[in-house]
């Protein structure tokens, strides 16, 4: 079955620490990957996408992803953490070439950055 | 430019009603995904809409059901309601391409007793 792992369930980073949220995929086929962040009583913000060509994926609020085809993983990275970075995200994918708009998520993961 | 428009925020419904929920996508998007999220099952695809027409559809009861309208507004409709549908539904915007991103509304919030 295609999926995606976050494989952490929750990542604490202190203030100003760079932060790592990882991600997985297991697709046959070329995804398109997606991260998205979730705020409490709120829907999903999108935050970044890679589609084709320079693997580093620079985002909103600061975030960039790094692409890594062998390894199949799209980790989420923030060179300096906030505090207001603290809320619940979410790796995604949709496959090319099936006509198939349908985002398949992860399970999410929850970063919490203390002061 | 507004976002996607959900509406009602909230609802509480009792097993064995119906219920509908509403989604305005973006002016331009033609294309409007839902998916439902609780915290046991996370976030799972119920079905897209473009151009009027159901293109794909999630592993979903026949219970839930949806429609788009010309303007490319969407319902979102659940039959005989269940304690185990009290979800978060959120509705998804987007434009066709597939490389394009989906723009999500804050969601409705279906409480079910």
């Known amino acids: 079955a295609q999926s995606v792992a976050q494989p952490e369930d929750q990542v604490n980073v202190a203030e100003g620490n760079p932060l790592t949220v990882k991600c997985t995929y297991s697709?046959?086929?070329?995804?398109?990957l997606f991260w998205y962040v979730q705020y409490p009583n709120r829907g999903l913000q999108f935050l970044l996408k890679?589609?084709?060509?320079?693997?580093l994926v620079k985002g909103s609020y600061g975030f960039e992803a790094e692409f890594n085809k062998s390894q199949t993983s799209f980790h989420l990275k923030k060179p300096s953490a906030l505090v207001s970075d603290s809320a619940l995200y979410f790796c995604a994918f949709r496959l090319m070439d099936t006509g198939r708009r349908a985002l398949t998520f992860g399970s999410g993961t929850r970063l919490q950055v203390q002061p | 430019k507004a976002g996607v428009t959900q509406t009602p925020r909230y609802l509480i419904k009792t097993r064995g009603q119906q219920v509908t929920l509403s989604c305005s996508p973006i002016?331009?998007?033609?294309?409007v995904s839902w998916y439902q999220q609780t915290p046991g099952q996370g976030l799972q695809f119920l079905f897209e809409y473009f151009s009027e027409t159901q293109r794909n559809k999630g592993n979903f009861p026949g219970r839930f059901s949806g429609r788009q309208f010309s303007n490319s507004r969407s319902e979102m409709n659940v039959s005989t309601l269940e304690l185990g549908d009290s979800a978060l539904y959120l509705c998804a915007s987007s434009l066709r391409q597939q490389n394009t991103e989906a723009f999500f509304g804050q969601g409705t919030r279906l409480t079910v007793v």
């Open positions: 697709v046959s086929g070329n995804p398109y």
């Open positions: 890679y589609i084709t060509g320079d693997n």
């Open positions: 002016s331009g998007h033609r294309s």
